[in-house]
């Protein structure tokens, strides 16, 4: 077993997460950490689960953001029906991931299957996925599909890594070893029983009536906290004499925060209380300012270590690039009015 430190030496610098790593992930079955115990899965709690994303974020930025995406792909064995995902999720291997973009059309066939083709982006961890998720509107005879308010209908899938073509396009300044490339799938068949809809349940669970808000938000806030809490033993290193302990203060508190709302959301949901809206803003924007905040302050640090902090072969280069670029993420980017 690789400890955090032989992790973050063999994640320095590179183009793809190693596979021993990748093997010592599958073995945990950290990719498996929100997949129900029914399946296979290791089912936390969400508490659990967030801690665990933050402590792979702090020991690489690529390598937490990968996890988070991937495992939170793997939510979908929820929504899938069991007899499929005992199916799946059999193999301690199976990783699903995708895109959220609706990239593409599933045309129904005679037999009730669909007819999969499409483009999607920025699907995370695409070379170690055993599975690929994807969006797609649904056509018959080549027209769309309407629901009763006359909207577009939108189906998920998810097929098989074999059935898509990967195209490693990746040319952000971050996150370089995330795997994250675009698919293509070209007149792939896919069995109705493939399909699924996010927000419609085969499982019976806390973690299913979590809105989907509130997951994306708290998994991807301790990503960006473990980044930094990295960015703050690197910069240290440059810096000794740096008085980093209130940033490290703040990292901290706001995990003892975010660990207050999962128990809080747990809670309610146990005695069947409906998450409001107002719960769910409150969430999205104490992240949000949290992300703000630390962005500003990571900046602040980094204009006082010098040169060496630019050099692209330091650790504090990789893990500062890493973090802005997943700043870019769409989850709390601001509203330009």
Known sequence: MLSHKEIREKMFGVSEIPEAIINQIHQQRLLQIWVPEMYGGLGVRLREGLSVL?????????????????????FFSRNLKPEIAKELFSNPQTCF??????????EK??????????????????????????????????????DESG??????????????????NWKSMGM???????????????????????????TDDVLDKIPFRIFADLTLLVNYLGMASHFSEEAIKIR?????????????????????????IESLLNDFATISFEKQKEIHNYSSEVVEGL???????????GIKASHTDSTVYQVFCD?????????????IK
């Not at 991931?97 to 593409?104: E, R």
């Not at 909207?151 to 490693?168: D, G, L, T, Y």
């Open 97 to 106: 991931g995708g895109s959220g973009m609706i990239g593409g059309t599933a």
């Open 54 to 74: 933050f402590d792979w974020s702090k020991i690489d930025g690529s390598l937490g953001w990968m996890l988070t995406l991937c495992s939170g792909a793997n």
């Open 323 to 335: 973090y802005f670029t997943a700043t870019q993420h769409s989850n709390f980017r601001r509203e």
């Open 109 to 146: 066939q005679a037999d009730g299957s669909f007819l999969m083709n499409g483009l999607w982006h920025f699907a995370t961890g695409a070379p170690h996925l055993s599975h690929f998720t994807l969006n797609a509107k649904l056509t018959e005879k080549g027209e769309p599909l309407l």
């Open 295 to 305: 962005s500003h302050q990571i900046l602040d640090i980094y204009f006082q270590l």
């Open 176 to 202: 370089k070893s995330t795997g994250t490339y675009s698919f293509k799938v070209e007149n792939v068949k896919i069995p109705e029983a493939y399909s699924f809809i996010y927000d419609e349940f085969f």
């Open 240 to 264: 000794p004499h740096l008085d980093l302990h209130s940033f490290n203060e703040k990292i901290e508190k706001e995990m003892e925060r975010i660990i207050e709302f999962a128990n809080e």
């Open 151 to 168: 909207s577009e209908m939108i189906r998920s899938f998810v097929i098989s890594k074999n059935k898509a073509e990967i195209i490693p």
